[in-house]
């Protein structure tokens, strides 16, 4: 069988959860379980106005492609969507979501887990905070257990 | 002639998001590649400082440091990455 083709975008605008599950589900009923992860903007004890996510065109959305190639290939999904926003976001939003669909739960738990964990550290995406006063604080530091939970699927 | 293209703190030190530049003869590698850039002035000394930490990107695509350039199209300079 053909390995499905997954749904990747990457978008300044929102996305809806339910719609794009159900572009997934759509005519099927061979999966079994849907996992969906979606990543927010935190506000950070208020302190924040938005998150700035700059991106690199072209290789954002070609790293995203290899990462759920990946994922599809190594769980047998059924389907994966890959949703990731840019531009100015505030506490609350959306910033990212995560689809896996498989016949059975835990392809799917685990599709979309080794998803996010690829995604966060080499998908060309980086993070700014603003402040409330309305200045520009720091780039957001990458994190050591990000690259501890990419490395536990090796 | 190689494009180069900046991102996040490495664009704003750099102060520019892209350029076309001539690459000597003895830079081979993107580690040389950084070590070179280094030297063409403060901006460039500011974003790569600490040359470890820097993500090197050919043709859009992830390689380590001692990677050829040779035959690059587009090479992209960035920290490391804090999406998702």
Excluded at chain 2, 49 to 71: K, L, T
Aim: net charge negative.
């Amino acid at each position: 069988m053909t390995p499905p083709t997954p749904n990747i975008r990457v978008q300044s605008d929102d996305f809806d959860l339910q719609t794009e599950i159900d572009a997934l589900t759509a005519g099927r009923t061979d999966i079994g379980a849907v996992v969906s992860f979606v990543g927010l903007c935190r506000g950070e004890q208020n302190t924040l106005s938005a998150l700035e996510l700059e991106h690199y065109p072209g290789m954002a959305e070609a790293e995203m492609r290899r990462i759920a190639e990946l994922a599809i290939k190594r769980f047998d999904l059924m389907g994966l969507t890959a949703v990731h926003r840019y531009g100015k976001i505030a506490p609350g939003e959306n910033i990212v979501l995560v689809i896996a669909a498989s016949p059975h739960r835990q392809a799917a738990f685990d599709g979309a887990n080794f998803v996010m964990d690829f995604l966060k550290t080499s998908a060309p995406f980086w993070k700014k905070e603003h402040g409330k006063d309305g200045k520009a604080r720091d780039w957001v530091a990458a994190k050591d257990a990000d690259d501890s939970a990419r490395d536990k699927w090796e | 002639m190689v494009k180069l293209v900046y991102f996040a703190w490495v664009r704003e030190r750099i102060d520019k998001p892209e350029e076309e530049l001539d690459v000597p003869a003895h830079v081979v590698t993107a580690g040389d590649l950084l070590a070179y850039l280094k030297t063409l002035g403060d901006g460039y000394a500011a974003a790569l400082e600490y040359p470890d930490v820097i993500r090197v990107a050919i043709n859009q695509e992830h390689v380590e440091h001692d990677e050829p350039i040779a035959g690059a199209r587009e090479i992209g300079i960035f920290p490391p990455m804090t999406g998702g």
